[in-house]
């Protein structure tokens, strides 16, 4: 089968988790099929030349990416449009026109957009069966934070009933669409008059293998965070963290480290002693696995976290807040820790920090976890019965 695979974001390396599910879903594809991949170019020096990314495809097209900037004139513009202002300021003519080209000179009998960004594009590849990979809408549900002011409420709940507007048409338009988690296929559902049966739950996983026996030297009482703070609810995580978390677990374990990875975004965060920002780490996995405990204390967004599930396939006890676990299918207390206001996750957070025998069977659990539930070699069969059930069904 011939496959044109549309990607928000440049696949290697993979430095955050979109990157990390795509680049796993391309391998998986391309065992068995032939994909073309178009994808934007999020960093200046993607390389389309990579040896891992040759290893797979034959043909790759690397187009910029243009960052959305809120105030710029085409995303005010968006402010009297029924598409989300994001899509039309970074709607991208190049792409548009790649597609266009792509499809003319050759016989794709799938497209598979993965995420909004490509699925915005639909009209370009209107008369080819397509896949929509990973709809989310957990991170734009409507469903307000408590800590948000009023005019943030205002604002989030104008911002979904746009995207519910627009999502509702868009996803008619495809023959089906995958989501991470059951939660995000159960509100999918009930937002949406989507059949229930065009919806498969595929979700974030880790190749278990590649995460054994990785050298590292324990660095005490050091936490780490990894998230990119594009990513609204990874900024939003650490904000929360450091100013009501941190100064409470500082208090008791004054040589605590906390270490956050990822692209910051030129975001500010709150002076505290012993935080680095690492920005982008080229051995992001032996960072973890240095760490004592594993962050992921999110107040929003959807999906699964892939933070969670690689710190447990190392080995890194996860503290996180129900919303960051939500998905997983994971047992408090048993496969990682669980606390929701600031107070409970300091005590969590220093618990585990003073307690060995504690962080030894999270560690355990966690990987036993992992390997029988969120391995790319279980769930990577499944994903391709709906790629070959969405060309089949469309004959």
Not at 148 to 172: E, P
């Amino acid at each position: 089968m011939k496959i044109l695979f549309l990607s928000r974001w440049f696949p290697y390396p993979t430095n955050n988790g979109s990157k990390l599910r795509i680049y796993n879903l391309l391998r998986g594809l391309a065992e068995f099929h032939d994909v073309t991949l178009l994808s934007f170019a999020d960093q200046p020096d993607a390389n389309p030349d990579a040896p891992e990314i040759r290893s797979i495809f034959s043909d790759v097209y690397v187009i910029p990416w243009r960052e959305f900037s809120p105030n710029s004139p085409r995303a005010l513009s968006g402010l009297f449009s029924f598409t989300p202002r994001s899509l039309v300021d970074t709607f991208s003519s190049e792409m548009a026109g790649k597609i266009r080209q792509l499809i003319s000179e050759q016989e794709f009998d799938l497209v598979i957009a993965s995420q909004l960004s490509m699925a915005a594009y639909r009209l370009y590849y209107k008369n080819i069966p397509a896949l929509f990979e990973e709809v989310e809408v957990g991170l734009s549900d409507g469903e307000s934070h408590p800590t948000m002011d009023y005019k943030k409420r205002i604002r989030s709940a104008l911002t979904w009933f746009k995207l519910r507007l627009y999502l509702s048409r868009l996803l008619r338009s495809f023959q089906a669409c995958t989501v991470v988690s059951e939660q995000e296929r159960q509100l999918l559902t009930r937002r949406f008059s989507t059949s229930v049966d065009s919806i498969e739950v595929i979700p974030n996983c880790v190749r278990v293998d590649e995460y054994n026996n990785l050298e590292s030297v324990l660095k005490p009482n050091q936490l780490v965070f990894s998230g990119s703070f594009r990513y609204h609810a990874n900024y939003e995580a650490m904000i929360w963290f450091i100013r009501k978390v941190y100064p409470q677990i500082l208090a008791q374990i004054p040589d605590v480290q906390l270490v956050i990875t990822g692209d910051h975004a030129n975001l500010p965060i709150p002076p505290a002693p012993g935080v680095t920002l690492a920005g982008y780490v080229d051995v992001i996995k032996a960072l973890i696995a240095s760490s004592w405990i594993s962050l992921a204390p999110l107040l929003s967004g959807g999906g699964t976290r892939l933070k969670i599930l690689e710190a447990m396939a190392i080995g890194t006890p996860v503290v996180s807040t129900t919303k960051g676990a939500e998905g997983l299918g994971s047992i408090a207390g048993e496969h990682l820790l669980i606390a929701d206001t600031p107070n409970a996750f300091a005590i969590q957070v220093s618990r585990l920090l003073r307690d060995k025998s504690l962080r030894d069977q999270l560690s355990i659990n966690g990987k036993e976890f992992v390997n029988g539930r969120y391995n790319w070699e279980a769930a990577m069969p499944r994903f391709l019965r709906v790629v070959e059930n969405t060309v089949r069904q469309s004959l």
